[in-house]
T-cell receptor
Framework: GAVVSQHPSRVICKSGTSVKIECRSLDFQATTMFWYRQFPKQSLMLMATSNEGSKATYEQGVEKDKFLINHASLTLSTLTVTSAHPEDSSFYIC?????????????FGQGTRLTVV | AQSVTQLGSHVSVSEGALVLLRCNYSSSVPPYLFWYVQYPNQGLQLLLKYTTGATLVKGINGFEAEFKKSETSFHLTKPSAHMSDAAEYFCAVSRTGGFKTIFGAGTRLFVKA
């Protein structure tokens, strides 16, 4: 149980275009989803927290208009990188949680490698 | 606020030797602590976690970690390294499952034949 699926696993796009990454909780309802970014040989940096049906909370320094997050249902959150540029190339990972104090961990997707050319 | 410090960005051990990866945390509330492993170009795999109760936690692949509140540490160990253990390891802290997870900088483990 507790499987989180990301799609696509890899994407290459042209500079100036937008790319959408999906994060799905396959066997549970995720009240909260998190989006992380990982640069090569670096750690995971939290970008934003999204709660179903409400606006995402972005971490300091993350451009809201650049990285659009939608959490329209309890099983799906999307991250759209708008007007992508080569510096947006990175590994993006989502995680999903049941929420609530009784839950002990968030479950991670397998990541999406974005390359902007 | 919560934070994690991993001591040593690179650790090298011989096959069969003890693996020790160090992690110290800072948290204003009782923490949930995790160790994840990441192989190249892959996502994260949970090795083990501490939430409450027994402070010595056993995980997958022979790894274990001990929560020491007095030292604010959660070091990861494995008695005998295997070549397949070579990977990036991340220590992480959270408050609850519904709260954000904060990661350390990571430690790259090299295993020599």
């Amino acid at each position: 149980g507790a499987v989180v699926s990301q799609h696509p696993s890899r994407v290459i796009c042209k500079s100036g275009t937008s790319v959408k990454i999906e994060c799905r909780s396959l066997d549970f309802q995720a009240t909260t989803m998190f989006w992380y970014r990982q640069f090569p040989k670096q750690s995971l940096m939290l970008m934003a927290t999204s709660n179903e049906g409400s606006k995402a909370t972005y971490e300091q320094g993350v451009e809201k208009d650049k990285f659009l997050i939608n959490h329209a249902s309890l099983t799906l959150s999307t991250l759209t990188v708008t007007s992508a540029h080569p510096e947006d190339s990175s590994f993006y990972i989502c995680s999903a949680s049941l929420g609530g104090a009784g839950n002990t961990e968030a479950f991670f997707g397998q990541g999406t490698r974005l390359t902007v050319v | 606020a919560q934070s994690v410090t991993q001591l040593g960005s690179h650790v090298s051990v011989s096959e069969g030797a003890l693996v020790l990866l160090r992690c110290n945390y800072s948290s204003s509330v009782p923490p949930y602590l995790f160790w994840y492993v990441q192989y190249p170009n892959q996502g994260l795999q949970l090795l083990l976690k501490y939430t409450t109760g027994a402070t010595l936690v056993k995980g997958i692949n022979g790894f274990e970690a001990e929560f020491k509140k007095s030292e604010t540490s959660f070091h990861l160990t494995k008695p005998s390294a295997h070549m397949s253990d070579a990977a990036e390891y991340f220590c992480a802290v959270s408050r609850t499952g519904g709260f954000k997870t904060i990661f350390g900088a990571g430690t790259r483990l090299f295993v020599k034949a």
